[in-house]
């Protein structure tokens, strides 16, 4: 026998989190994950799963009926739409303004499909003009995808604008709302978004691990007139779908869902529901304003232009000669706070500081401000 | 706007879990999991993902380096295994007694590569006999894969010895050890599997929604020598390894980890480690033996033979005249007891009563006895 190893138990700090997620969880909600255990199939967690797809179609702002939270993380999400509408040989267009745009282009190329890519300025939000180009230069592609809240840059699109264009030129649209569900404003419906993911650890404060997910009539009617079979048999809606609805009080076992993380979702997102959308899109708008006011104080400059600058994200420059590691291993050291390192193309450039869900309070703005003004001089 | 849904807080009763799974989760699991949350990417939570990993290559009994939990459960580790190491058009010994065999079918296809079945009776263990003249039939096939403990009937079969076949006619092992894992002998490294997954919500007793998985050397050198991509980016192993694996003391994101998930696994396998694998295994098998005992005082009938008895997972007939879904109904509504109904081929004819790691208690024995008593006369 190879030995048993002996640790003990992990017992980690109370952190602030204001870097690009997770955020802040709710009390509440780890209170919910720490409920008791029942079984996938309970009559009990059946019920309480048909509640949690009203609360992710409230959070959405749609009646899609193919609406449910995906096992696994927001990149699971993003493979869900992609594997799930995209066939072989398919064209996507595919606009890349940051490190999930390119992350979706993967995803169409591994599904063999082809991308076409519409690229922007990292920082900067896709530009429709470019995109009604792509489209017109392309009456064969099928989808248009984007990114409406790039957690990279911290730069917000336009999403109500690219998916009509996407309807006009006939194509689906697939968005990624990873970061941007309930912390600004989102109608999947009003603005005809056909497939549309998110994360439950950004505005939602849920605990990470899980993806809500939404499909518009059209989308499910690509899926359900495919030609191949869907390449994942974990992320196959047609599959999953059996377990998330109730054909006739019957549901059908087709993974092990993950029982308490639902229960922490189902929480964060009756939370959310009983503040209301519109309040938790201007709570997110106020906090960014206190936090903007701040920063400008401390002389720090924002990555992205105020008109598309997301209020849960805001990348700043790191000033000429501090050094970006040491100040973000202080603020966690001495004041448990995170805030986050930049990604891709602005690695060692920029922090990103969250301002997401449970994490939007006027205490955890004071604190950041106060620890950077602290550390930085 | 839509209009918000209004739903109580989810208080879930207090069940005990005596059904395939999720099994009763450890106390101690559920309260981990409660711990604040910290970034996936803070010190002190890459530290506890060393340990974590160090705890599943014990429980697998394995030194391999390619040893981590995937970010969903069992099925996303069983697509994994097959989408990481198998390319379209090799050909895969796949072997079918049960639900689960079937399933790896199913990714075997869709992965584009081909199933060559070797089935066996529901119930019985798979057969060596045939599965040497399967692999003696098939000169150009890259894989032997078969499910250890198959949950639809409680019938376990030699991995030991099919690995050794696999190796014997120079086949990869991919194994499915999502009801094994903990409950009995299980060795990687000695009997030489090459790819096996796992569960988080069985023998390990942490909730569900996780997947321990192993890749040998071998699969690792096959996985390195690919000629086409993964097909899921999600699920692709070079890249995940970046991030449960310190380079140099660096981690690269990949995805969001699901940290409070995570606490849970490393708290349950821990206290594997305190118990010990082999008492683990052994406890298995005593509350199995009492289990047994009382089960035929009531004139139940085990599916599975004794000599390939799962001692964690009891598959029994229905008695003839009882209605199956009012007892278990019964169970569950007056003593809060699931048991699980049968599954495939054994729907409306079987039970499953599950033993499962922190399950396998003499007092669940003994409540599930007295309850059946009860119900059934």
Known sequence: MLPAPHFSAFNPPRRILMGPGPSDVYPEVLAAQARPTVGHLDPLFVAMMDELKSLIQYAFQTKNEMTMAVSAPGSAGMETCFVNLVEPGEKVIVCRNGVFGERMRQNVERVGAIAVLVDNEWGTPVDPVAVEAALKANPDAKFLAFVHAETSTGALSDAKTLCALAKQYGCLSIVDAVTSLGGVELRVDEWGIDAIYSGSQKCLSCVPGLSPVSFSPAAVEKLKNRKTPVQSWFLDQSLVMAYWTS??????????????????????????????????????????????????????????????????????????????AAVRTRLLKDYNLEIGAGLGALAGKAWRIGLMGFGARRENVALCLRALEEVLN
């Open 247 to 324: 054909a006739g009080g019957k549901r059908s076992y087709h993974h092990t869902a993950p029982v308490n993380a639902l229960y922490a979702l189902h929480e964060s997102l009756r939370l959310l529901a009983e503040e209301g959308l519109e309040n938790a899109w201007k709570r997110h708008q106020d906090m960014h304003l206190v936090l903007r006011a701040g920063l400008e104080k401390l002389g720090l400059k924002f990555v992205v232009a105020e008109a598309s600058r997301l209020p849960q994200l805001n990348a700043i420059y790191i000033p000429e000669g501090v050094d970006d």
